[in-house]
């Protein structure tokens, strides 16, 4: 046996016996001799490329593959720009693959689960927030074969075959790091959509995380959740702000920039802020130029695209997708921009 608990040589009945198949029909599936069911295939091919046997697997996929990319509350910036990547990997893709995307209003856990199970493709990806709701409709689709990627916010020990995403304890880690170095010692306010999002709890925990450890001087006072709404976001932090005048700093960790520099401009905190937000925006651009804002930490929206539907072609044994297998572990980074760093290009 191998330090992984594999066979040093694989066969054909190790295959047989992790797909619960006959050896026959492995050798019907991997020789491409038919006379076996789609779902049948893929369960032998899954196992095989558990065991190692990849190098032994058919060259082409027989079937066209649907993939749903479901998009609540379009007009956030981050979300938009996930339309436009998808929509730029689906003009590039095989005709063998299409890619829907399924835009709503709202982001509410029964909105999203209803989405998620009206599903008429083979596959989907989404993000969304850690609710019961949403889990039960994820696990719903994954008994029914239809696979689920999570992107931007996980939800881990759902049924989800995959998170395409950064990771948020880092970058709120990395936001305490910075700030510590930028502002002078005192009070700090967290904006957030809010916590029930993993990726904002996990931001603000990171955060706190290292603000408790190694920013003496710092601390939140505050968490205001905003909704990702400006008008909403910039009304609650001018109430933070008359609260604790004395702030420092400020740490967006979703889409309220604009409410939080509205705020800013306010002149109500007695000294102008740290703002260290997330997202390279048009107008998170402007606002670094501008000097309103300090840093923005971007989740690459193209990187997590592209992997979540490489772990989906991978998945169902597309020819070529071969450069990753399962347990799927995202690596997509996040990119820090202040304002010498940022690109000279028109941004979405």
Same mark, same amino acid.
């Given at each position: 046996?191998?330090e992984?608990?594999?066979?040093?040589?694989?066969t054909?009945?190790?295959v047989?016996?992790?797909?619960?198949?006959?050896?026959?029909?492995?050798?019907?599936?991997i020789n491409?001799r038919?006379?076996?069911s789609?779902?049948?295939r893929?369960?032998?091919?899954?196992?095989?490329?558990?065991?190692?046997?990849?190098?032994?697997?058919?060259?082409?996929?027989?079937?066209m593959?649907?993939?749903?990319?479901?998009?609540?509350?379009?007009?956030l910036?981050?979300?938009?720009?996930?339309?436009?990547?998808?929509?730029?990997?689906?003009e590039?893709m095989?005709?063998?693959v299409?890619?829907?995307?399924?835009t709503?209003?709202?982001e509410?856990a029964?909105?999203?689960?209803?989405?998620?199970l009206?599903?008429?493709?083979?596959?989907a990806?989404?993000?969304?927030?850690?609710?019961?709701l949403?889990?039960n409709?994820?696990?719903?689709?994954?008994a029914?074969?239809?696979?689920?990627?999570?992107m931007i916010?996980?939800?881990?020990?759902?049924?989800r075959?995959?998170?395409?995403?950064t990771d948020h304890?880092?970058?709120?880690?990395s936001?305490?790091?910075?700030l %510590?170095?930028? $502002?002078? =010692?005192?009070?700090v306010i *967290?904006?957030?959509?809010?916590? /029930?999002?993993?990726?904002?709890? #996990?931001?603000?925990?990171?955060?706190?995380?290292?603000?408790?450890?190694?920013?003496?001087g710092?601390a939140v006072?505050?968490i205001?959740?905003?909704?990702?709404?400006?008008?909403?976001?910039?009304?609650?932090?001018?109430?933070?702000f008359?609260?604790h005048?004395?702030?420092?700093?400020?740490?967006?960790?979703g889409?309220g920039?604009?409410?939080v520099?509205?705020?800013?401009?306010?002149?109500i905190?007695?000294r102008?802020?740290?703002?260290?937000?997330?997202?390279?925006?048009a107008?998170?651009?402007?606002?670094?130029?501008d000097?309103?804002?300090?840093?923005t930490?971007?989740?690459?929206?193209?990187?997590?695209a592209?992997?979540?539907?490489?772990?989906?072609l991978n998945?169902?044994?597309?020819?070529g997708? %071969?450069?990753? $297998?399962? =347990?799927?572990?995202?690596? *997509?980074?996040?990119v820090?921009? /202040?304002?010498?760093n940022l690109? #000279?290009?028109?941004l979405?």
């Amino acid at each position: 046996m191998t330090e992984n608990n594999r066979p040093s040589r694989i066969t054909l009945a190790d295959v047989a016996q992790l797909a619960g198949v006959g050896s026959a029909t492995v050798d019907r599936v991997i020789n491409e001799r038919g006379n076996v069911s789609d779902e049948v295939r893929q369960q032998v091919l899954q196992a095989a490329r558990s065991l190692g046997l990849r190098r032994m697997l058919p060259v082409s996929h027989h079937r066209m593959v649907r993939i749903n990319v479901i998009l609540a509350r379009p007009e956030l910036p981050l979300i938009r720009r996930m339309g436009i990547e998808f929509r730029r990997l689906s003009e590039r893709m095989d005709h063998t693959v299409v890619v829907h995307r399924t835009t709503i209003d709202t982001e509410s856990a029964t909105s999203v689960a209803q989405a998620l199970l009206r599903t008429p493709c083979d596959a989907a990806v989404v993000y969304a927030q850690d609710h019961p709701l949403i889990r039960n409709a994820i696990a719903d689709l994954a008994a029914r074969g239809k696979p689920v990627v999570t992107m931007i916010s996980d939800l881990p020990g759902s049924a989800r075959l995959a998170y395409a995403g950064t990771d948020h304890t880092k970058a709120g880690r990395s936001a305490g790091y910075f700030l %510590t170095r930028m $502002a002078q =010692p005192g009070e700090v306010i *967290v904006l957030c959509n809010h916590l /029930g999002f993993q990726s904002h709890a #996990d931001r603000v925990r990171g955060l706190s995380e290292y603000l408790n450890t190694q920013g003496a001087g710092f601390a939140v006072v505050k968490i205001v959740e905003g909704g990702d709404d400006a008008v909403r976001s910039e009304a609650r932090l001018k109430d933070a702000f008359r609260t604790h005048p004395d702030a420092v700093a400020i740490y967006n960790v979703g889409a309220g920039n604009r409410g939080v520099v509205a705020a800013i401009r306010a002149g109500i905190l007695l000294r102008p802020p740290v703002f260290i937000g997330h997202e390279l925006t048009a107008f998170t651009h402007q606002s670094l130029r501008d000097g309103l804002m300090t840093m923005t930490i971007d989740q690459s929206p193209e990187l997590q695209a592209q992997f979540a539907i490489d772990v989906l072609l991978n998945h169902f044994n597309f020819a070529g997708a %071969t450069q990753l $297998a399962p =347990p799927y572990v995202s690596t *997509v980074p996040f990119v820090l921009y /202040g304002p010498e760093n940022l690109p #000279d290009i028109a941004l979405e």
